[in-house]
């Protein structure tokens, strides 16, 4: 009696190769070449297989030039290159949107503030004590009043970079606001106070990235006592959930704008403005 082997011999090149025409199913390589001396029914396979005729189909006519050239294994080189090239933009697309949902899901479910008939309704007015906490007005007031109290050029040195770093966080986030322009969730309450007209859009939370950036940057110049370092950390954390909680943003905006915010830190320091560019900026505008 013939064994399966004898009648089923595996391909040279190492790829198992086979059909079904014995009642056996084996695997079909679509990245090594159909060995010439295959029989004539798996070429035809080859052919009349919807996948592989797709793909086929699909070849662009330089490729398909490229491979009448060459020999069979360079068309066999080519369908692995051209999958890599077809599946991998629809594989991101849908990891993509399924992030999203994801994002979407778990940020309507943490919205337990946004409104007072919410879950945890009545820890809404807290949560928006932290939201004006880490508002630009706040920040920037507070800025401008320290600048202008300090009496050492230290002091004015910290406090007018930081005022800077806050002006360019505005318009950071602004720009990517308007390119992005995603939406705030459906279940926020647009209640809240002195935005600009790129505050309908949620990405990234302006909130977090300026919670990210004056989080480094008081605790690379201001703040040095661990608990409050601590304390620093902890309020930058929560404004981040309460952006969530509220219903203001979802779950990736705080993420990137925490990311953001981090990096615009690097750049403010990159741009430090020390008294003597000051003072040569002010000489070249007097
Ligand atoms: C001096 C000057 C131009 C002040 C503008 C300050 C201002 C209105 C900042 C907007 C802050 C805000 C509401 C940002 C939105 O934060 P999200 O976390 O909701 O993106």
Redesign the pocket.
Known sequence: MPSPKAKNPVRSGGSPVLGSSNGRYEFMSLTKPLNRSSPPHLHQRQGSDPTTARLRASESPTRRRGSSSSTGSGSGQGLSEEDGIRLNPSFIRVALSSLLAIDLWMSKRLGVCACEDSSWGSVRPLMKLIEISG???PW?AGTAYCLYKSDSATGQEVMLNLFMGLLLD?VL?GIVKAVVRRRRPTHNRMD?F???SV?RY?FP????TRAAMCGRFLLAHLVLAAPLRVLVLLWAALVGLS?VLLG??NVTDVMFGFWMGYCQYNLVEMLWLSPQTLQGLLGQLA
Do not use: K
């Open positions: 508002h630009g007005i920037l505005l986030v809240m002195a935005t600009f505050d949620s939370s302006g909130h977090a952006r203001r943003h």
